[in-house]
T-cell receptor
Framework: DTGVSQDPRHKITKRGQNVTFRCDPI?????LYWYRQTLGQGPEFLTY????????KSRLLSDRFSAERPKGSFSTLEIQRTEQGDSAMYLC??????????????FGPGTRLTVT | GNSVTQMEGPVTLSEEAFLTINCTYT??????LFWYVQYPGEGLQLLLK?????DKGSNKGFEATYRKETTSFHLEKGSVQVSDSAVYFC???????????FGTGTSLTVIP
């Protein structure tokens, strides 16, 4: 078990460019979450996948954001036409499906996005 | 809607002092409640959880009791150590565990 991994760890991009982040959850976990965290704040829920199905999306997730989990394993989060307000840490977490274990999220190290 | 309000920091304590970090919540239905910890330079880790009213979660000397009547989940530790210095986040989940809501975090510094 290598834990949740995210790639890249840091991304600097110019306003208007598209960016894509990847998350690899713990292998047996079927639940996957994306969050955004800005400085001095707690993580804000963006979206949730159970296997390959995207079951929840926050109102924070504008039309410029899209997430996929095509085979129920890794997930990608794409931001189109980035804005300076998108600068944040993007966190991925996973959990297993059974019983109360579904509440035990394991977080990745995050991808820090800076939009210039 | 669902939300979490936690005590603002930063909090500075001397080693072996008693710690309380307050957390209150607003939720529909029957949420589960959590405390997460983020040590310097590390990712978020689950510290403890309680999935129903009156449950007490505990781990590493930390405790929190799910109080439905006061909608609270305060974090306590009887004697803090320097190694407890971290940012602590209170969180709740929706009934299904499909959405989670975090507080803004409380930074704790323990000095020798």
């Amino acid at each position: 078990d290598t834990g949740v991994s995210q790639d890249p760890r840091h991304k600097i991009t110019k306003r208007g460019q598209n960016v894509t982040f990847r998350c690899d959850p713990i292998s047996e976990h079927n639940r996957l979450y994306w969050y955004r965290q800005t400085l001095g704040q707690g993580p804000e829920f963006l979206t949730y996948f159970q296997n390959e199905a995207q079951l929840e999306k926050s109102r924070l997730l504008s039309d410029r954001f899209s997430a996929e989990r095509p085979k129920g394993s890794f997930s990608t989060l794409e931001i189109q036409r980035t804005e300076q307000g998108d600068s944040a840490m993007y966190l991925c977490a996973s959990s297993s499906g059974g019983g109360t274990a579904r509440y035990e999220q394991y977080f990745g190290p995050g991808t820090r996005l800076t939009v210039t | 809607g669902n939300s979490v309000t936690q005590m603002e920091g930063p909090v500075t304590l001397s080693e072996e002092a008693f710690l309380t970090i307050n957390c209150t919540y607003t939720a529909t239905g029957y949420p589960s409640l959590f405390w997460y910890v983020q040590y310097p330079g590390e990712g978020l880790q689950l510290l403890l959880k309680a999935t129903k009213a009156d449950d007490k979660g505990s781990n590493k000397g930390f405790e929190a009791t799910y109080r439905k009547e006061t909608t609270s989940f305060h974090l306590e530790k009887g004697s803090v150590q320097v190694s407890d210095s971290a940012v602590y986040f209170c969180a709740l989940s929706s009934n299904t565990g499909n959405q989670f809501y975090f507080g803004t975090g409380t930074s704790l510094t323990v000095i020798p």
